[in-house]
């Protein structure tokens, strides 16, 4: 589903990643965990097609297809989806009207009529219902105000709404208590199926305990640097990234 | 001859043709003078500095049109709001259409400033107000010079008008250049409720030069609610001269929504005569091209405990350029004053400007005077954002933009109206979101 070949990107001249492989298979769930800094965020930005970030090396496959000339915007309509690691504040738009537009503009991008009015209002019932959250909070806002936990539970209301190819999720974890990461794991898990694809990265095993993941990748100094499986991700828990540092720069 | 002496000439014969007896004679012979002396503003003026109005002076304008025209319904529909009943008052090329028009005098007076000013009935309402509240600056004088016709409301006392009276003047165009004079007249009184619309529309591409008085009296309690709506053709330029009265307790409401015209500029003047007043003024300004939209307010706080409210949202395109001058004054008196003003701009392009000027003269101690000034381009990481989750570039930027302008739509009391400004904002962004903010 995506291919990704010795990609290299850089913002303002400063090379960020340098140089990374990774593929994800449809039916897969990869972790990427990695020390702050290490250029997660920036991967997951430039798979969704971020223009601030250049990429001046390698190339990303989605579906065969290389995507490199695609925006932000015909990236979702194929199915990216990335959940912000710092979700933005939209005044003046509510969660409700936007993932409206969203829906209808995905639809249209693909030749649809706009989603019935009475079919929208259900799908959103059924959806704020899996991640628990109140009606009322779909008419605020759009992450204005929100607690850092009821926007990550927003970020995956909307990729349940949106139902991706692949979801990249940027740290969801961080910032849910634990009744929150449940719920939220729970909501992933029940989209995951052998169609779709699930990218996570996260500093902590907790929610590798809920989400359990095929492969765990580190990402150090914008290359991925050690692969391996979910076991991998509880030897980082114990040992931390010393040891993967100093293999890595000796 | 030049727009001023042509004017200025032509006053002996039209002072002649209305009447010497008319009550008028006097405050327009002084109005005249005053224009004389001062003529029309020009960069040197500190208040007309990044508005110029040369390039519209030159053109010939007829200052008395010629011919009476007529004006078909299905012509003048769609920039009515007609899906709503309403009171109106309609005016083409400067005269009153009684074909398109819906008066009364059943319980209050909504009706022609041409009638006011002849019939005795109305001799005292226009003793008491007529230019009172007008400043007497050249442009305002000039507007008295010449003021024939526009609209008459008088709301007697403890009236709610059952629906919002709509005043249009239209221009035909079926002259080449034309500057029309309209003149409003509008007294509130006491613990009244009306709400009001205001459109100038011109129907062709001809230059139409348009120097409105809009006199409003908000008398003790009374509430006034007003709508601009001023999306005209590009070759349209409006000055817009209104004076607001508050007594007691009265709260108004303006609410200006510039999106067309070459050149508009907003003269909005405020004056709190009494305690316990309400004042607000919201604007949203959406330009594009070579446009200029300019907003002069005032708020003279001259009593204690009132509250002044303003908040000014700008879109500018291309080579558009906005002004905004908020003049805040608050008297040694007024302690106890609230009074708030915000101006948001957005530039979508670095050939656009704006120049916004905050004046706040305070005199009195124990008040609460805030001012905010923003000026930006729109929010790359927003941008990004909703376009990650499937809203096109352009759809996205729509959005923004409404968001950027949804608290004042919010603060918009008829639905009507905003689902009209709604549709006319989309039309400029040229996008269907398909929902109503
Ligand atoms: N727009 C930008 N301008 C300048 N530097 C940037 C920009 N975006 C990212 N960087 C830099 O690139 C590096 C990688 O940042 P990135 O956000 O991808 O890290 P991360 O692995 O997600 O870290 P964290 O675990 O803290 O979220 C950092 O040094 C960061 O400062
Ligand atoms: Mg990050």
Request: contains cysteine.
């Given at each position: 589903?995506?291919?990704?070949?010795?990609?290299?990107a850089s913002v303002e001249d400063k090379a960020?990643?340098?140089?990374?492989?990774?593929?994800?298979?449809?039916?897969?769930?990869?972790?990427?965990?990695?020390?702050?800094?290490?250029?997660?965020?920036?991967?997951?930005?430039?798979?969704?097609?971020?223009?601030?970030?250049?990429?001046?090396?390698?190339?990303?496959?989605?579906?065969?297809?290389?995507?490199?000339?695609?925006?932000?915007?015909?990236?979702?309509?194929?199915?990216?989806?990335?959940?912000?690691?710092?979700?933005?504040?939209?005044?003046?738009?509510?969660?409700?009207?936007?993932?409206?537009?969203?829906?209808?503009?995905?639809?249209?991008?693909?030749?649809?009529?706009?989603?019935?009015?009475?079919?929208?209002?259900?799908?959103?019932?059924?959806?704020?219902?899996?991640?628990?959250?109140?009606?009322?909070?779909?008419?605020?806002?759009?992450?204005?105000?929100?607690?850092?936990?009821?926007?990550?539970?927003?970020?995956?209301?909307?990729?349940?709404?949106?139902?991706?190819?692949?979801?990249?999720?940027?740290?969801?974890?961080?910032?849910?208590?634990?009744?929150?990461?449940?719920?939220?794991?729970?909501?992933?898990?029940?989209?995951?199926?052998?169609?779709?694809?699930?990218?996570?990265?996260?500093?902590?095993?907790?929610?590798?305990?809920?989400?359990?993941?095929?492969?765990?990748?580190?990402?150090?100094?914008?290359?991925?640097?050690?692969?391996?499986?979910?076991?991998?991700?509880?030897?980082?828990?114990?040992?931390?990234?010393?040891?993967?540092?100093?293999?890595?720069?000796? | 001859?030049?727009?001023?002496?042509?004017?200025?000439?032509?006053?002996?014969?039209?002072?002649?043709?209305?009447?010497?007896?008319?009550?008028?004679?006097?405050?327009?012979?002084?109005?005249?003078?005053?224009?004389?002396?001062?003529?029309?503003?020009?960069?040197?003026?500190?208040?007309?500095?990044?508005?110029?109005?040369?390039?519209?002076?030159?053109?010939?304008?007829?200052?008395?049109?010629?011919?009476?025209?007529?004006?078909?319904?299905?012509?003048?529909?769609?920039?009515?709001?007609?899906?709503?009943?309403?009171?109106?008052?309609?005016?083409?090329?400067?005269?009153?259409?009684?074909?398109?028009?819906?008066?009364?005098?059943?319980?209050?007076?909504?009706?022609?400033?041409?009638?006011?000013?002849?019939?005795?009935?109305?001799?005292?309402?226009?003793?008491?107000?007529?230019?009172?509240?007008?400043?007497?600056?050249?442009?305002?004088?000039?507007?008295?010079?010449?003021?024939?016709?526009?609209?008459?409301?008088?709301?007697?006392?403890?009236?709610?008008?059952?629906?919002?009276?709509?005043?249009?003047?239209?221009?035909?165009?079926?002259?080449?250049?034309?500057?029309?004079?309209?003149?409003?007249?509008?007294?509130?009184?006491?613990?009244?409720?009306?709400?009001?619309?205001?459109r100038h529309q011109s129907l062709t591409d001809?230059?139409?030069?348009?120097?409105?008085?809009?006199?409003?009296?908000?008398?003790?309690?009374?509430?006034?609610?007003?709508?601009?709506?001023?999306?005209?053709?590009?070759?349209?330029?409006?000055?817009?001269?209104?004076?607001?009265?508050?007594?007691?307790?009265?709260?108004?409401?303006?609410?200006?929504?510039?999106?067309?015209?070459?050149?508009?500029?907003?003269?909005?003047?405020?004056?709190?005569?009494?305690?316990?007043?309400?004042?607000?003024?919201?604007?949203?300004?959406?330009?594009?091209?070579?446009?200029?939209?300019?907003?002069?307010?005032?708020?003279?706080?001259?009593?204690?405990?009132?509250?002044?409210?303003?908040?000014?949202?700008?879109?500018?395109?291309?080579?558009?350029?906005?002004?905004?001058?908020?003049?805040?004054?608050?008297?040694?008196?007024?302690?106890?004053?609230?009074?708030?003003?915000?101006?948001?701009?957005?530039?979508?392009?670095?050939?656009?400007?704006?120049?916004?000027?905050?004046?706040?003269?305070?005199?009195?101690?124990?008040?609460?005077?805030?001012?905010?000034?923003?000026?930006?381009?729109?929010?790359?990481?927003?941008?990004?954002?909703?376009?990650?989750?499937?809203?096109?570039?352009?759809?996205?930027?729509?959005?923004?933009?409404?968001?950027?302008?949804?608290?004042?739509l919010e603060s918009v009391k008829i639905p009507?109206?905003?689902?009209?400004?709604?549709?006319?904002?989309?039309?400029?962004?040229?996008?269907?979101?398909?929902?109503?903010?």
């Amino acid at each position: 589903m995506l291919k990704i070949n010795n990609l290299h990107a850089s913002v303002e001249d400063k090379a960020i990643l340098k140089g990374i492989n990774l593929e994800v298979k449809a039916g897969e769930v990869h972790a990427i965990m990695g020390p702050n800094g290490s250029g997660k965020s920036t991967l997951s930005s430039v798979i969704a097609g971020k223009e601030e970030y250049e990429v001046t090396e390698g190339e990303i496959f989605f579906d065969e297809e290389n995507i490199e000339e695609l925006s932000a915007e015909e990236r979702a309509h194929k199915g990216i989806f990335l959940s912000f690691q710092y979700p933005v504040e939209i005044p003046g738009v509510s969660v409700t009207n936007f993932i409206k537009t969203a829906i209808n503009e995905t639809r249209k991008a693909k030749g649809l009529p706009d989603m019935p009015a009475k079919d929208m209002l259900k799908l959103i019932r059924e959806k704020a219902e899996l991640l628990e959250i109140d009606r009322k909070f779909l008419s605020r806002s759009l992450n204005q105000g929100f607690s850092g936990g009821e926007k990550k539970r927003n970020e995956i209301f909307q990729m349940a709404m949106l139902e991706p190819k692949l979801a990249i999720l940027d740290e969801t974890d961080s910032g849910l208590d634990i009744d929150a990461l449940r719920i939220v794991a729970s909501g992933v898990n029940k989209l995951k199926s052998k169609d779709n694809a699930v990218i996570l990265i996260t500093h902590y095993q907790r929610l590798l305990d809920y989400i359990v993941p095929d492969f765990v990748h580190v990402l150090y100094k914008g290359r991925i640097v050690k692969s391996g499986g979910k076991e991998l991700a509880h030897e980082l828990e114990e040992k931390g990234y010393d040891w993967i540092k100093e293999e890595v720069d000796a | 001859m030049d727009l001023k002496e042509k004017l200025v000439s032509s006053f002996m014969a039209f002072e002649n043709k209305v009447d010497v007896d008319a009550p008028l004679h006097q405050i327009r012979n002084e109005a005249i003078k005053i224009f004389e002396a001062e003529g029309f503003p020009s960069k040197k003026d500190e208040a007309w500095k990044y508005t110029s109005l040369n390039s519209i002076l030159k053109e010939d304008y007829s200052v008395f049109p010629k011919q009476e025209n007529a004006l078909e319904f299905s012509e003048a529909k769609s920039y009515m709001l007609h899906e709503m009943d309403t009171y109106k008052i309609i005016f083409i090329d400067g005269k009153y259409s009684s074909h398109l028009s819906q008066t009364t005098h059943d319980g209050f007076d909504i009706c022609l400033m041409s009638s006011a000013l002849n019939n005795p009935k109305y001799r005292l309402v226009i003793e008491n107000y007529f230019n009172k509240v007008a400043e007497k600056d050249g442009l305002s004088s000039l507007n008295t010079a010449f003021a024939t016709e526009g609209a008459y409301i008088h709301i007697k006392k403890n009236k709610l008008v059952n629906k919002p009276i709509q005043i249009i003047h239209f221009s035909t165009g079926s002259e080449e250049a034309v500057m029309l004079q309209p003149r409003n007249l509008i007294v509130v009184d006491e613990n009244s409720h009306v709400q009001i619309i205001e459109r100038h529309q011109s129907l062709t591409d001809n230059p139409v030069l348009t120097n409105s008085v809009t006199e409003i009296f908000a008398n003790k309690r009374a509430i006034v609610d007003y709508y601009k709506l001023q999306n005209d053709n590009e070759n349209a330029t409006l000055i817009d001269n209104t004076f607001v009265n508050q007594k007691q307790e009265s709260h108004c409401f303006v609410h200006t929504f510039s999106f067309g015209g070459k050149l508009v500029r907003n003269n909005l003047h405020f004056y709190q005569n009494g305690e316990r007043i309400d004042s607000t003024l919201n604007g949203v300004t959406i330009i594009g091209k070579k446009q200029h939209v300019d907003h002069n307010t005032l708020v003279h706080h001259i009593e204690p405990n009132c509250e002044s409210h303003q908040d000014y949202k700008g879109i500018f395109a291309d080579k558009s350029t906005g002004v905004f001058n908020g003049r805040v004054i608050v008297n040694k008196e007024a302690q106890k004053t609230n009074a708030f003003q915000s101006n948001n701009n957005i530039l979508l392009s670095d050939k656009a400007t704006i120049n916004s000027k905050p004046q706040l003269e305070i005199f009195a101690d124990d008040v609460k005077c805030s001012h905010g000034c923003t000026i930006g381009q729109l929010d790359e990481s927003a941008m990004f954002y909703m376009r990650s989750r499937g809203i096109p570039e352009k759809e996205a930027k729509a959005l923004l933009m409404y968001a950027f302008t949804n608290n004042v739509l919010e603060s918009v009391k008829i639905p009507e109206i905003k689902s009209r400004i709604t549709k006319i904002i989309a039309e400029k962004l040229g996008v269907n979101l398909g929902f109503d903010l």
